[in-house]
């Protein structure tokens, strides 16, 4: 038998069900690909709270398995690139919305999803970074692109940093010679950014204050967004000229206010990170910096590792803010 986390959807809502599904008829159940994975551990993101408690819509068909990530050993291939055996890793592709996803012991999914697991990471550390810790160098690789590089007297902002993308992005940045600062909404993180590298701690209210000028003082050197909504329209307003905001989430909403002068009068950059639909060789890239740049004991410190019974109340708990750093589990 199998243990899975099955969505079932129901006149008054969503339901959760954990269930041992029959094993000799898997194959008759499980999606469409031509890989199956053994999965090891698997995350708890926003957007699998947002789907455990039936918000948002993400998902659209049920039964449903959830989980947006995972990594595990192949169990059976019909692709070329991948045989049984081999460890893997998948992020994106919306797994756990549209297709069936992590929560379960078995994944089936289409070969060209998957990357090998990068020298330097165990499956469990792996889940650690997962599609958060993938997102955050995304952001990292794009800021370096468009001209970042590390300065003393240069301070790179990362807002929402005591979640899962800042984490890691305040943790990447800081051992690459970033001067980071941090925002965080809440008094208790401030030790554990400032031991991931945060050389400084900005109180979320700050930012979230709207400007009454479109163009406030030159004050960061780039910034890794993983907010929106308010916070994303001032800080906007406060980039150095020619520098980039690499924006990743919409935890605070879609929509941003503010005006085209910071783009027409000091040239920012907005750059947008998609880690769902990103190319192979991007992707490959992003993981094996990630193996190479993260420091292992800040990954270690900034996780938390659960039980698959844990999950639905640790989904209510992302939502409600309780859940600092990136919490894997363990399937």
């Not at 692709?79 to 089936?108: I, M």
């Not at 950059?269 to 639909?277: A, F, R, Y």
Request: charged share 25%; proline share 5%.
């Amino acid at each position: 038998m199998v243990k899975a986390l099955v969505l079932h959807e129901r006149d008054e809502g969503i339901e959760q069900a954990f269930e041992d599904l029959d094993e000799s008829r898997l194959k008759e159940r499980l999606p469409d690909g031509d890989v199956t994975v053994r999965v090891q551990y698997t995350t708890l993101n926003y957007k699998d709270g947002m789907v455990l408690n039936g918000l948002g819509r993400l998902v659209r068909s049920y039964p449903h398995i959830p989980g947006i990530d995972f990594a595990g050993e192949v169990e059976e291939s019909d692709n070329p690139d991948y045989k049984p055996g081999d460890k893997v890793v998948l992020t994106g592709w919306r797994v756990g919305e549209a297709h069936w996803g992590g929560y379960a012991e078995k994944a089936r999914v289409k070969g060209k999803w998957l990357v090998p697991l990068p020298d330097g990471l165990t499956a469990q550390r792996a889940m650690a970074l997962g599609t958060a810790g993938f997102t955050a160098m995304l952001a990292v690789m794009a800021l370096e692109e468009h001209g970042l590089k590390p300065a003393k007297d240069e301070q790179v902002l990362v807002t929402g940093a005591a979640g899962g993308v800042g984490s890691v992005a305040t943790a990447v940045l800081a051992n690459l010679g970033y001067n980071v600062a941090a925002v965080t909404g809440r008094a208790e993180t401030h030790d554990y950014l400032r031991d991931l590298g945060a050389t400084e701690i900005i109180d979320r209210a700050e930012l979230n204050e709207p400007s009454k000028k479109p163009l406030e003082a030159e004050r960061w050197a780039a910034c890794v967004d993983a907010v929106g909504g308010a916070m994303l329209g001032r800080v906007l307003g406060q980039m150095a000229y020619g520098r980039a905001v690499a924006a990743v989430g919409l935890a605070g909403g879609p929509e941003v206010k503010t005006t085209v002068l910071p783009f027409l009068l000091r040239g920012v950059n907005l750059l947008g990170i998609d880690s769902v639909m990103c190319p192979t060789d991007r992707r490959l890239t992003a993981w094996k910096r990630l193996a190479k740049e993260m420091p292992q004991d800040k990954l270690d410190e900034a996780t938390q590792t659960a039980k698959l019974e844990d999950l639905p109340r640790l989904g209510k708990e992302i939502l409600e803010g309780k859940v600092r750093g990136r919490t894997v589990v363990e399937v």
